[in-house]
């Protein structure tokens, strides 16, 4: 009769684990495992509607990809939970009567009990076998070491290992069903030796896969924080910008009180004259009246006579002038009205708004808005101008041929010069901050923040073979390089490298450029004339005005300004327009400047200023 250790290692073991089965399930293949087994294996395989058999490989269905929805081999759970509930009893005692087994003999493979193993431990042959305690055995705390027992000749050992078969054998079985061609047999013990190499080899590689695994997720962590970084610098440059924002949009509305206050004090004081006036027409009468009335009191004669003749007359005419015109308090009233507040509609646009409307001149005709020079700077370099650029954080560029760029604030102050060994032919800004800059030998550089070369490199067309021309930035960061003798546009991306597509004009020379914000669409400036172009090249609306010369840009919210610059005497204009080149208003009128026939640009400031730059002069207009 097979023995309790016996029955355990041949049919209560789970293949894998090699300990009791814990919550067996069964396989189509009819071989079962514990389910926790099945679970580790279900995770290792990229397929996770079947499981293959750790025994025969074949596939078995898994519902819904759960190990839990397989069926439970029932008969063998009942078994287990009967054997983990019956005490093993000694294996050692010869008598019938067998005593609860209290130990277990690794080496002898035998259950003992308490004086077995009392009997067992004072024999020196067995000092150096290992005993433990039956209860860690089944609590699967300490694993049972293999005895095979030949189940044809229980005597023997099985000591040798079929490797065709793949089964361990004793050496009569060996020499008997395992002689045949095409079966290897060796030692036990070697083949064990090559097992626990090969799974040694295999921990290695676990090791160092573990390793790299391990490494890679550091340096997922790694980018993980990169990545909060950066989005954390967002979330900074998004309160810094709000911030800087609210104050324009402060600075704002002071601007746009103050002028209220302007326009309310300005038309008071004409209603006050008026009133005044009409004051002094009453008391004159009065004072006339009472004169009069005087003459009453006694009879006149003479001298006293002939003064109240006088004043009669004297009244009787100051009676006969008109009576006071309603018209002129009412067309001061009709002149205020016409300065309203205009909204601006986008939502991008952090100007509010402006006041539309007319001043009125002592002729009382209509003449220009309520706008002025509030800062008029003599250039550091005369005669160098390049090019002006709307920059971060509110400032304006102006590009020297001689080389640098000056940064200037709303109010005309210098705050830096920056790239003074660069001779500067345009430049432009990228909506990070970045600056881009064309040089006067037809080379494209982009700069950080702070003004530090990036090691990029763009594929531009010599002066000789394009000539000179326009930059600009679109709302997509590309950037837009214009070659008046080629009349070609071409267009990078900030990373450099050969033009992403070209934009042929077709008589037009791309001198200035400039981009929408919301539409896509590019001006371009020729002198005398302002042009639409659409993203394919193709023209729109051509501005022109005789016997002037044309210095456009483009707004924040897609208004178009233009410089018309009369050069015969020196006299600049400036209107804006709609973003479909519909006139809204002059904006400045006969403004006189120096140097007239020669090369000007023209911006809009963050905050709302204009600036209007000559070779010698950057003036700054705004709203009064």
């Given at each position: 009769?097979?023995?309790?250790?016996?029955?355990?290692?041949?049919n209560?073991?789970?293949?894998?684990?090699?300990?009791?089965?814990?919550?067996?399930?069964?396989?189509t293949?009819?071989?079962?495992?514990?389910?926790?087994?099945?679970?580790?294996?279900s995770?290792?395989?990229?397929?996770?509607?079947?499981?293959?058999?750790?025994?025969?490989?074949?596939?078995?269905?898994?519902?819904?990809?759960?190990?839990?929805?397989l069926?439970?081999?029932?008969?063998?759970?009942?078994?287990?939970?009967?054997?983990?509930?019956?005490?093993?009893?000694?294996?050692?005692?010869?008598t019938?009567?067998?005593?609860?087994?209290?130990?277990?003999?690794?080496?002898?493979?035998?259950?003992?009990?308490?004086?077995?193993e009392?009997?067992h431990?004072?024999?020196?042959?067995?000092?150096?076998?290992?005993?433990v305690?039956?209860?860690?055995?089944?609590?699967?705390?300490?694993?049972?070491?293999?005895?095979?027992?030949?189940?044809?000749?229980?005597?023997?050992?099985?000591?040798?290992?079929?490797?065709a078969?793949?089964?361990?054998?004793?050496?009569?079985?060996?020499?008997?069903?395992?002689?045949?061609?095409?079966?290897?047999?060796?030692?036990?013990?070697?083949?064990?030796?090559?097992?626990?190499?090969?799974?040694?080899?295999?921990?290695?590689?676990?090791?160092?896969?573990?390793?790299?695994?391990?490494?890679?997720?550091?340096?997922?962590?790694?980018?993980?924080?990169?990545?909060t970084?950066?989005?954390?610098?967002?979330?900074?440059?998004?309160?810094?910008?709000?911030?800087?924002?609210?104050?324009?949009?402060?600075?704002?509305?002071?601007?746009?009180?103050?002028?209220?206050?302007?326009?309310?004090?300005?038309?008071?004081?004409?209603?006050?004259?008026?009133?005044?006036?009409?004051?002094?027409?009453?008391?004159?009468?009065t004072?006339?009246?009472?004169?009069?009335?005087?003459?009453?009191?006694?009879?006149?004669?003479?001298?006293a006579?002939?003064?109240?003749?006088?004043?009669?007359?004297?009244?009787?005419?100051?009676?006969?002038?008109?009576?006071?015109?309603?018209?002129?308090?009412?067309?001061?009233?009709?002149?205020?009205?016409k300065?309203?507040?205009?909204?601006?509609?986008?939502?991008?646009?952090?100007?509010?708004?402006?006041?539309?409307?007319?001043?009125?001149?002592?002729?009382?005709?209509?003449?220009?808005?309520?706008?002025?020079?509030k800062?008029?700077?003599?250039?550091?370099?005369?005669?160098?101008?390049?090019?002006i650029?709307?920059?971060?954080?509110?400032?304006?560029?102006?590009?020297?041929?001689?080389?640098?760029?000056?940064?200037?604030?709303?109010?005309?102050?210098?705050?830096?010069t920056?790239?003074?060994?660069?001779?500067?032919?345009?430049?432009?800004?990228?909506?990070?901050?970045?600056?881009?800059?064309?040089?006067?030998?037809?080379?494209?550089?982009?700069?950080t923040?702070?003004?530090?070369?990036?090691?990029?490199?763009?594929?531009?067309?010599?002066?000789?073979?394009?000539?000179?021309g326009?930059?600009?930035v679109?709302?997509?960061?590309?950037?837009?390089?214009?070659?008046?003798?080629?009349?070609?546009?071409?267009?990078?991306?900030?990373?450099?490298?050969?033009?992403?597509?070209?934009?042929?004009?077709?008589?037009?020379?791309?001198?200035?450029?400039?981009?929408?914000?919301?539409?896509g669409?590019?001006?371009?400036?020729?002198?005398?004339?302002?042009?639409?172009?659409?993203?394919?090249?193709?023209?729109?609306?051509?501005?022109?005005?005789?016997?002037?010369?044309?210095?456009?840009?483009?707004?924040?919210?897609?208004?178009?300004?233009?410089?018309?610059?009369?050069?015969?005497?020196?006299?600049?204009?400036?209107?804006?327009?709609?973003s479909?080149?519909?006139?809204?208003?002059?904006?400045?009128?006969?403004?006189?400047?120096?140097?007239?026939?020669s090369?000007?640009?023209?911006?809009?400031?963050?905050?709302?200023?204009i600036?209007f730059?000559?070779?010698?002069?950057?003036?700054?207009?705004?709203?009064?």
């Amino acid at each position: 009769m097979a023995t309790f250790h016996q029955i355990i290692s041949q049919n209560l073991e789970c293949p894998i684990c090699l300990t009791l089965f814990n919550q067996p399930k069964s396989l189509t293949c009819s071989h079962t495992c514990c389910k926790k087994c099945l679970h580790r294996i279900s995770q290792t395989q990229s397929d996770k509607e079947t499981i293959n058999c750790p025994i025969c490989r074949k596939g078995t269905p898994l519902p819904s990809g759960d190990v839990d929805k397989l069926q439970t081999n029932i008969p063998l759970s009942s078994l287990v939970d009967e054997v983990k509930t019956k005490n093993p009893t000694c294996t050692v005692c010869a008598t019938d009567e067998k005593s609860p087994a209290v130990s277990y003999c690794q080496d002898c493979g035998k259950y003992m009990c308490k004086s077995c193993e009392v009997g067992h431990s004072i024999w020196k042959l067995f000092s150096t076998h290992e005993v433990v305690p039956v209860s860690e055995v089944f609590s699967g705390k300490v694993l049972f070491k293999r005895r095979r027992k030949c189940k044809k000749h229980p005597s023997e050992d099985e000591e040798c290992f079929c490797t065709a078969c793949r089964e361990y054998t004793c050496c009569k079985c060996g020499m008997l069903r395992h002689s045949q061609a095409g079966h290897q047999i060796e030692e036990a013990a070697i083949h064990e030796e090559k097992v626990i190499k090969n799974i040694s080899e295999l921990k290695k590689g676990v090791k160092s896969k573990k390793a790299t695994a391990e490494n890679h997720i550091e340096f997922i962590e790694t980018q993980r924080n990169e990545i909060t970084s950066m989005f954390r610098k967002l979330n900074d440059d998004i309160d810094k910008t709000y911030e800087e924002y609210v104050q324009l949009l402060s600075d704002r509305r002071k601007a746009l009180k103050s002028q209220v206050k302007h326009w309310s004090e300005k038309f008071e004081k004409e209603l006050h004259a008026m009133e005044v006036e009409s004051r002094q027409t009453i008391s004159h009468m009065t004072a006339m009246e009472e004169l009069v009335t005087n003459g009453m009191k006694v009879p006149l004669e003479k001298d006293a006579l002939f003064a109240h003749d006088t004043m009669c007359d004297n009244l009787k005419s100051f009676l006969g002038r008109g009576d006071p015109d309603d018209r002129s308090p009412r067309g001061v009233t009709e002149r205020a009205r016409k300065i309203s507040f205009r909204r601006y509609e986008k939502v991008d646009e952090l100007c509010l708004g402006e006041l539309e409307g007319y001043t009125w001149d002592v002729q009382g005709g209509d003449v220009s808005p309520p706008w002025g020079v509030k800062a008029d700077v003599k250039l550091p370099s005369e005669t160098c101008m390049a090019c002006i650029a709307r920059a971060p954080g509110g400032k304006m560029a102006v590009g020297s041929y001689n080389g640098g760029i000056h940064l200037y604030s709303p109010d005309g102050k210098l705050q830096q010069t920056v790239l003074k060994d660069v001779r500067v032919l345009r430049t432009g800004f990228l909506s990070n901050g970045q600056s881009v800059v064309r040089d006067t030998h037809n080379k494209m550089s982009l700069y950080t923040p702070q003004w530090e070369k990036f090691d990029v490199s763009f594929e531009m067309m010599s002066y000789y073979e394009g000539g000179w021309g326009g930059l600009t930035v679109d709302r997509d960061d590309n950037i837009y390089v214009g070659f008046g003798q080629s009349t070609y546009i071409l267009i990078f991306t900030p990373e450099g490298g050969k033009a992403v597509r070209n934009v042929m004009c077709e008589r037009y020379i791309p001198k200035q450029i400039f981009s929408f914000h919301n539409t896509g669409k590019v001006l371009l400036a020729n002198e005398s004339d302002v042009v639409f172009l659409d993203s394919k090249g193709k023209e729109g609306k051509v501005l022109r005005k005789e016997g002037m010369s044309a210095y456009p840009a483009v707004c924040r919210d897609d208004s178009v300004i233009v410089a018309w610059v009369k050069n015969a005497k020196g006299l600049v204009s400036i209107d804006r327009y709609t973003s479909d080149m519909k006139h809204v208003r002059n904006v400045i009128t006969n403004f006189q400047i120096q140097c007239p026939w020669s090369w000007h640009y023209l911006q809009e400031f963050e905050s709302g200023e204009i600036a209007f730059c000559t070779p010698y002069r950057l003036h700054i207009f705004d709203a009064f």
